[in-house]
């Protein structure tokens, strides 16, 4: 990322002044880069409600419009089901708009640092977040901490950008702290037989 984030930026001073947002999305990803350094950080400071301040929105704009828009066509064209359900108390998924919400979920972990959560998912249900970086790790102790807290009988969705390696490391931890599974071969065996696109 930081290599992709230098390459942008001498992009842009190249073709200054038309260039500024390739040296400010470059800026933006090698920034994104060194927060890779330090699993769990909550790189745009998204709140407990779900939000991306404003301030961060406009800081990281071209990055974070550029995931959204990936984000977006990625949706519209993939074929995969938007959720998928693993047992009776634990469905996963991407990120989803309000009216796709399964009407039986009754907690939402959103462990998405890049996107705001859409507000009418979070008006709906608990909503927790743990904060992941696209591709890495939480911290350990925070990540018993969101999962430790939810009660035994909640109905719990679990997503990520995509719904597949973020949300399939927090499925398996619940489902290990809720006794569902004795190994990881176990656990990845069952998330894929739901959600095939699921890697750790």
């Known amino acids: 990322m930081p290599v992709l984030g230098v390459v942008a930026a001498f992009a842009g ?30 790189l745009f400071c998204k709140t407990d409600t779900g939000r991306i301040p404003l301030y961060m929105s406009v800081i990281a704009f071209p990055y974070l419009a550029f995931t959204f828009v990936v984000w977006r066509v990625k949706v519209g064209l993939v074929s995969e089901p938007a959720v998928n359900m693993i ?6 998924g991407r990120r989803l708009f309000p009216h796709e919400l399964p009407r039986q979920v009754t907690h939402v972990v959103d462990v998405t640092t890049e996107f705001s959560e859409p507000s009418g998912v979070v008006e709906r249900v608990a909503y ?7 591709g890495h790790v939480p911290l350990r102790d925070r990540l018993l901490q969101t999962l430790e807290g939810l009660p035994e009988d909640a109905v719990v969705y679990i997503h990520s950008a995509q719904g597949h390696g973020r949300t399939g490391l927090v499925a398996m931890a619940l489902l290990f702290l809720r006794g569902k599974i ?15 696109g699921i890697r750790l």
């Open 13 to 42: 001073v190249r073709y200054w002044p038309y260039g500024i947002i390739l040296i400010w999305f470059g800026l933006c990803c090698v920034m994104l880069g060194f927060a890779y350094l330090r699993p769990g950080l909550n």
């Open 87 to 92: 047992d009776d108390n634990l469905i996963v």
């Open 128 to 134: 927790r977040h743990l904060p992941i970086m696209d």
């Open 182 to 196: 004795a190994s990881v071969s176990e656990g990845i065996s069952l998330l894929q037989s739901n959600r095939p």
